[in-house]
C-alpha cells in the first residue's frame, strides 16, 4: 500500500462529526468505539478534532455550544457584510463631500475673480 493510496483510505473512513461527538461522550457501542479508535490512530484531523471536544468538561453542552459557534459565525459574517456596506456608504459621502468643496470652491474663486474687477 503505497501512501496516497493510504492517505485516500483514512479520509474515506472518517467518521461524521456526530460519531465523533458520540465517541466523546461515550454514547457509542463497544464495537463503535474501538473502530473510532482505530481511525484516530491514522488521522490526525480526526484526532485533533477528539482531542478539541474532549477538552470540555461539560460534555454534555457540547453540541449546544457547536450550535452556538455556528450562529456566532454567522452573525460575524452577517456584521462584515454590514461593515462592507458602511464602508461604501463613507466612500460616497466622501466623494460627494469632495464634489461639494469643488462646487464651493469655484463658486468663491468666480466671486473673487467678478468682484476684484
Ligand atoms: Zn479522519
Not at 32 to 38: A, G
Not at 42 to 52: I, R
Not at 79 to 98: A, C, D, H, M, P
Request: proline share 2%.
Amino acid at each position: 500500500m503505497n501512501e496516497e493510496y493510504q492517505d485516500i483510505f483514512t479520509t474515506t473512513t472518517c467518521p461524521t462529526q456526530q460519531q465523533l461527538l458520540d465517541y466523546v461522550q461515550g454514547r457509542l457501542t463497544a464495537d463503535e468505539q474501538h473502530e473510532v479508535e482505530l481511525h484516530l490512530a491514522d488521522c490526525d484531523m480526526c484526532s485533533e478534532a477528539v482531542e478539541g471536544l474532549s477538552a470540555f468538561k461539560e460534555k454534555e453542552k457540547i453540541p449546544v455550544w457547536l450550535r452556538q459557534m455556528k450562529w456566532q459565525m454567522l452573525r460575524k459574517l452577517r456584521t462584515n457584510k454590514r461593515r462592507k456596506n458602511q464602508i461604501s456608504y463613507f466612500t460616497e459621502l466622501g466623494i460627494i463631500v469632495i464634489v461639494i468643496m469643488f462646487i464651493l470652491l469655484a463658486a468663491f474663486w468666480t466671486y473673487h475673480f467678478v468682484s476684484n474687477k
